[in-house]
């Protein structure tokens, strides 16, 4: 569901500029550069969260809250560059 919603928000934002097919172009290479960024990321995290002694109250579901949170807020700080 989440690639559907990237590859959507993208499209949307394209319209939405009304950019030329160009900077369309290197926009969505950008935005999917990124989305795999994204998604490697949270893989290694996963990887190293399930062999991590993780407290019974923060395994599973909490957990991935906790890491999607602080990566948020690690990817805010780029917020700001563009």
């Known amino acids: 569901i989440t690639t559907n919603c990237a590859v959507l928000g993208v499209a949307l934002l ?11 172009l290197m926009y969505g ?16 995290l996963r990887v190293r969260l399930a062999l991590a002694q993780v407290p019974p109250a923060f395994s599973g579901a909490p957990i991935g809250f906790v890491t999607a949170s602080l990566l948020a807020l690690a990817f805010m700080g780029f917020a700001g560059l563009a």
Do not use: I, P
């Open 14 to 24: 394209n319209v939405q500029e009304k950019s030329d097919f160009v900077h369309s």
């Open 29 to 44: 290479f950008g935005s999917a550069l990124g989305f795999m960024l994204v998604m490697l990321l949270f893989t290694g």
